[in-house]
């Protein structure tokens, strides 16, 4: 059954790991739509891909109206509540059962295509990462199979990890930065009174961009991220500490991205870089003593608190610029906004999805710019 309806319905869902900011994109996406014009209406789906594919009754709000929006904005993570399902992705490889892996996928899909007719969506916005917009655009292309009609996808980019594609900058990634680099000061403080070692960990799957961008604005000793072997070839990262103790310094800080362990295959590389930093001969004869070292991991810390004005600022931009992309009449096909040289930009979602995870490679000069200010392996000045 399909509602009846006047105006546009525009369904909204903020999906995958939460990011500060994403409140601030619902309710610009949400404004925008009401002041298009009021008899449009906005439903929210609660708990991201779980929502939109899960029982509607419970988990969607419609009639939303602006008072709702209030008093959101200043806050971390989405009111609306995030979510994943990893079954929604195509059977990963050596899976032990792929027929009940499609199988499954499959129900799950044809409950969120059924969900989406039976609201009688026009368009739906999703905040949130490559996973999420995989996800979305997986259910749309089902939906258009099977009732041989339009919907339109619009991505916006959410997530602490600024790895997509299409855009400079995703919401949460500033603020993700920002608690960061306050955490790397709050660590210098204690590892300097100590002359101390601290390798902290910091969240970045399959990308390097909040490790590398902490470590430059917070002034670490070496950072190690997953794009880049030579970064986390513990011979190197032990030279770099041996440069720092002969340099007379006083906190050895190294910053390493989460997703390190997978690119190394080595999921006890901080702990193994511990070790050989306490027991290194060198560093111990440079010291007069074996240099204490921990492992700290800032985790979801660094994914929470309030959002920073930046990220508010951004998400504004970006959730007025989907609403008007949801609305638009003669979208021929989803597309994600994003921000390019401080324009809002918008990219066809295919082209965003083939080529994200986006990896610092990507035009970036950050990677030269580390290496000409932290440690070297052999820094004489
Ligand atoms: O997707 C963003 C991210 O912050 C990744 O860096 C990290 O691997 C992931 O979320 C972990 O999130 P969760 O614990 O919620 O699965």
């Known amino acids: 059954m399909t509602l009846k309806k006047t105006g546009k319905r525009i369904g909204i869902l903020t999906s995958g790991g939460d990011s500060p900011g994403m409140n601030g994109a ?14 449009h209406e906005v439903v929210l789906f609660k708990e991201g891909l779980n929502g939109l594919a899960g ?9 939303i109206q602006r008072q709702a929006m209030r008093g959101i904005m200043h806050k971390g993570g989405t009111f609306i509540g995030t979510g994943r399902i990893p079954e929604l992705k195509p059977c990963p490889e050596g899976y032990p059962d792929p027929e009940a892996w499609d199988r499954r996928r499959a129900e799950i899909t044809d409950v969120a295509v059924v969900n989406l007719r039976q ?9 949130g990462g490559e996973g999420s917009f995989k996800g979305l655009s997986h259910i749309i292309s089902a939906y258009e ?3 041989q009609d339009r919907l339109t996808l619009v991505g916006v980019p959410g997530t602490i990890d600024n790895d997509i594609w299409g855009t400079d900058d995703t919401i949460g990634f500033d603020t993700a930065l920002n608690n960061t680099v306050d955490a790397l000061r709050k660590l210098r403080d204690t590892i300097e009174s100590h002359r101390r070692c ?6 970045g799957n399959s990308s390097g961009w909040l490790a590398l961008t902490a470590g430059i604005a917070g002034g670490v000793t ?7 072997p030579e970064s986390y070839d513990l011979d190197r990262v032990v030279s770099c500490i041996r440069s720092a103790l002969q340099l007379k310094y006083r906190s050895m800080i190294v910053v390493m991205a989460e997703g390190v362990k997978k ?10 870089l511990r070790c050989r930093v306490e027991s290194d001969p060198v560093i111990t004869e440079l010291l007069g003593r074996p240099l204490e070292t921990r492992v700290n991991i800032i985790g979801y810390i660094a994914r929470g608190g309030q959002p920073s004005a930046r990220d508010n600022l951004l998400a504004s931009k970006l959730g007025f610029a989907a609403a008007n992309a949801a609305l638009d009449e003669g979208a021929l096909e989803s597309i994600m906004v994003g921000i390019q040289r401080s324009e809002v930009v918008w990219s066809p979602m295919r082209e965003v999805i083939e080529n994200s995870p986006r990896l610092l490679d990507d035009g970036s000069e950050l990677w030269d710019i580390a290496n000409s200010l932290l440690i070297s392996q052999d820094q004489s000045f």
Do not use: C, Q, W
């Not at 029982?55 to 009639?63: G, T, Y």
């Not at 070496?222 to 880049?228: D, R």
């Open 119 to 127: 609201l009688g969506l026009d368009g739906i916005i999703v905040i």
């Open 198 to 203: 601290v390798i902290l960990e910091v969240m």
């Open 26 to 39: 619902v309710r610009a996406a949400f404004r925008r739509i009401k002041a298009n014009d009021p008899s």
């Open 145 to 147: 199979a099977r009732y």
């Open 222 to 228: 070496t950072i190690m991220v997953p794009e880049k």
């Open 263 to 272: 690119a190394s295959k080595n999921p006890r590389i901080a702990e193994e």
């Open 55 to 63: 029982r509607l009754e419970v988990n969607h709000l419609e009639s």
